[in-house]
């Protein structure tokens, strides 16, 4: 089977050869650019001096470039936006240094100024004239959003002030998703992911706006919690617009890429931590579940695409509800959580969502462990996952910097890899 043939099974909870696998596919399951750099120069992909591209900023994720997929099995392929988080095209590269001595390639408007503790800002679209809109701490691996929120009158509160980034889909950017499409669907073998703009209702990455320069409205995290309870009606006027808005720019995708894209990350808020919910389920299902269910049912009717819900933390007393609202596949599946016992999911999941991640704990076991514990931990979750059929190995949400790469080599060796 190919990779695309083999991820498509596991969406239709249909057997095949193997666990279909993922490594970069979105913004949520790759790896630090530092790993990345690593793995390419272990596997004699990289040579001394050579860099590999920072394709998330924010993230600071590393490119998994088609080489690097073909060495390590993976299935799937990521259709990048045509800006990153801090509102600039991964275009124009040139050198820089991260903290941890890594050399890596940016993009040309990643704009960066050293701050007298050592902190480093970033800026939206890559202009100094205007405010910062990330820091990264000095000897850090991430940027942080810097929190621009202008004084909150709520009888002056607009919820037009909430929805100023969710425009119509330019000219542009169609182009753009369709020629990318194009060359991804001929050119490789398979499965292609992207993200969906504006399908995320209330994902705190996205509240403070950081490739925005002047962002009007609730962006402070704290208050747009609070505003989740005490300003209800208000949110859901934002989202309710805001699903409008998201199914006529999904018409224009889908115009553009078709069904040559295969999955869609559409919602990326978080509603768990590690031992406890940010809201309740009957709180998910007033707030959240029916403008998602909006725009997946919008999806579903109309094209083949399969949706993908990312959720952090113990979010199983959630996962019906996102069923329920329409969503084909739960990532990250963060084991290590309160409530998410894998066995427990797929016993009480399998057949009715695709578990995309669960593949190896990135808190503790593969930055921690020994690489045998990386390989047990693997083929255990192999095992318990692989038999709902409907299952992409994945690592837990992205993996860390300083994560050891002969650990990172154990988790393909587990996959069957020869590496």
């Known amino acids: 089977m190919t ?50 591209k920072v394709v998330e900023p924010y993230q600071m994720l590393g490119e998994v470039g088609a080489d690097l997929r073909a060495v ?35 993009a040309g408007l990643f704009n960066t100024e050293p701050q007298p503790n050592g902190d480093i800002l970033m800026y939206p679209e890559g202009d100094r004239g205007v405010p910062a809109s990330g820091r990264m701490p000095k000897g850090g691996y991430y940027f942080d959003s810097i929190i621009r929120q202008e004084p909150i009158d709520d009888e002056k509160l607009d919820p037009a002030d909430n929805l100023e980034e969710f425009g119509q889909v330019s000219d542009e950017d169609l182009e753009y998703y369709e020629a990318q499409a194009t060359a991804l669907y001929e050119n490789t073998d398979q499965a292609i992911a992207m993200h969906l703009p504006g399908g995320a209702f209330g994902d705190i990455a996205l509240v403070p706006g950081p490739w925005m320069k002047h962002p009007r409205g609730i962006r402070d995290i704290e208050e747009w919690y609070i505003s989740t309870v005490a300003r209800r009606d208000y949110i859901k006027e934002v989202f309710a617009r805001q699903a409008e808005i998201a199914v006529e720019n999904f018409k224009l995708i889908h115009q553009a890429v078709g069904d040559r894209v295969h999955v869609v990350f559409v919602d990326g808020t978080d509603l768990a931590a590690q031992n406890t919910l940010f809201c309740s389920p009957d709180g998910y299902r007033d707030l959240y579940l029916p403008y998602s269910r909006k725009v997946n049912d919008w999806i579903h009717a109309h094209t083949t695409w399969k949706t993908l819900k990312h959720c952090c933390g113990g979010c199983e007393p959630l996962i019906e509800g996102f069923i329920d609202a329409g969503f084909d596949i739960l990532n990250p599946v963060q084991t290590s959580a309160q409530g998410m016992d894998p066995q427990a999911l797929a016993a009480g999941y399998g057949g009715r969502i695709v578990f995309w991640g669960g593949g190896v704990d990135t808190q503790k076991t593969l930055p921690f462990g020994t690489p045998e514990e990386v390989e047990q931990q ?42």
């Not at 990521?78 to 991260?98: E, H, Q």
């Not at 083929?379 to 994560?403: A, D, M, P, S």
């Open 3 to 52: 990779g695309r043939q083999r991820v498509l099974a596991a969406l239709d909870f249909k057997p095949a050869d193997r666990a279909p696998v993922d490594m970069g596919g979105h913004n949520c399951s790759g790896a630090h650019v530092s790993v990345v750099a690593g793995l390419r120069q272990a596997l004699g992909l990289d040579g001394p001096g050579d860099r590999v």
């Open 72 to 106: 390590l099995g993976i299935d799937v392929v990521n259709l990048p936006g045509p800006k990153n988080m801090f509102g600039f095209a991964n275009t124009d590269w040139k050198p820089w240094r991260t903290f941890d001595g890594t050399d890596v390639l940016v």
């Open 378 to 419: 693997v083929r255990q979750r192999l095992e318990i996952f692989g038999k709902t059929n409907g299952f992409i190995f994945n690592n837990i949400h992205n993996i860390q910097c300083n994560t050891p790469v002969e650990n990172v080599l154990a988790m393909f060796r587990a996959l069957g890899r020869d590496v």
